[in-house]
């Protein structure tokens, strides 16, 4: 169970302590702009939906309603909005938990300045769990912008095995769809496959623009160790775009290929009736003349006159099989 509210004293040198909100500085004591690496900071991260939430951030965090407004919206997409001297981070990660759907992806805000860095999430993300775990071995972001990097950079992490899961399935939709005597319609999976790499890429896209804008925005407290990890996590992002329109090319092809192989099933069978058909055609214009309730219908008081007409039949449709055979139509 994560505890609803997390506080991190960081003392910018690679350490940092777990504290409680009493216990943090107030917010406006040093000048955000004269922070900077070996500066210390602090990391509050909350839960949307815990009572304490909303009461800290309007009543103690010192912040105005742009940024608290900004923290609580219920539907967020990826974005990176400078305030002030600070800004507004959004950032989506994989939805991991058990029986969850990946793509209903997990939304987490962040306001960051120099001297503090409050996070708000409504459901716990495992990248951002896994920055929490190395803080506590003693390895901690040395500033607000190695944090963003660092948790960034742990998001893509968690989104590439996620993206080469697709790929997989991909691979084995190839296999069923080239085996040649699979008879499976795999319509459903790739349908699915192209829906979850859709619904990724809606928000990994603008997810790579916020982190690539917040790399060049004119921020005090950015240096250029802090711009170059961003980016680095950008490329990651970018790099995990890629591979997702990849996918979506791919599924795009399998059902193209799946859609030439039903229309060749559709054509065999249709060839298959069309000479089913002509075999009986001439067959059934003979019994229907022989049928006709008329005078002089050869073979009408003869005894044997069934038994060679059955023959003769026989005999005209075995030829015009061997015809058809010969002609390569069955």
């Given at each position: 169970m994560i505890d609803p509210v997390r506080v991190f004293l960081l003392d910018g040198k690679g350490s940092g302590e777990n504290a409680s909100l009493a216990e943090i500085p107030e917010p406006d004591a040093p000048d955000p702009r004269e922070a900077g690496p070996g500066q210390s900071f602090v990391w509050l991260h909350f839960q949307r939906d815990d009572e304490r939430t909303r009461a800290w951030l309007?009543?103690?965090?010192?912040?105005?309603?742009?940024?608290?407004?900004?923290?609580?919206?219920?539907?967020?997409?990826p974005r990176?909005?400078?305030?002030?001297?600070?800004?507004?981070?959004?950032?989506?990660?994989?939805?991991?938990?058990?029986?969850?759907?990946?793509?209903?992806m997990i939304s987490?805000?962040?306001?960051?300045?120099?001297?503090?860095?409050?996070?708000?999430?409504?459901?716990p993300?495992?990248?951002?769990?896994?920055?929490?775990?190395?803080?506590?071995?003693?390895?901690?972001?040395?500033?607000?912008?190695?944090l963003i990097a660092k948790l960034a950079l742990r998001l893509a992490d968690r989104m590439e095995p996620t993206v080469a899961e697709l790929h997989e399935r991909i691979d084995e939709l190839e296999d069923q769809i080239n085996a040649p005597e699979t008879t499976a319609?795999?319509?459903?999976?790739?349908?699915?496959?192209?829906?979850?790499?859709?619904?990724?890429?809606?928000?990994?896209?603008?997810?790579?623009?916020?982190?690539?804008?917040?790399?060049?925005?004119d921020l005090a407290w950015l240096d250029d160790r802090d711009r170059s990890r961003i980016r680095e996590a950008g490329d990651r992002t970018t790099r995990v775009l890629e591979e997702l329109e990849a996918v979506r090319e791919r599924a795009a092809i399998v059902h193209d290929q799946l859609l030439e192989r039903r229309a060749e099933q559709m054509n065999r069978y249709t060839l298959l009736l069309s000479v089913v058909a002509a075999i009986f055609l001439?067959?059934?214009?003979?019994?229907g003349l022989l049928g006709i309730n008329v005078g002089g219908i050869p073979g009408a008081q003869t005894p044997w006159a069934f038994a060679v007409v059955t023959g003769l039949i026989v005999l005209a449709g075995g030829v015009e099989v061997w015809l058809f055979k010969r002609l390569k139509l069955l």
């Open positions: 309007e009543e103690e965090s010192g912040l105005d309603s742009f940024v608290v407004q900004a923290l609580l919206a219920k539907d967020t997409r990176c909005t400078v305030h002030g001297q600070g800004a507004i981070v959004n950032l989506r990660g994989v939805n991991l938990h058990e029986g969850a759907e990946v793509e209903d987490v805000r962040f306001w960051i300045d120099g001297q503090r860095v409050v996070g708000v999430w409504l459901r993300l495992f990248a951002i769990v896994d920055v929490f775990d190395a803080i506590e071995r003693g390895v901690a972001p040395v500033s607000p912008g190695d319609e795999p319509r459903a999976e790739l349908a699915d496959i192209r829906h979850q790499a859709i619904i990724l890429r809606r928000f990994i896209g603008p997810q790579r623009d916020a982190l690539t804008t917040l790399a060049i925005e001439p067959l059934s214009l003979l019994t």
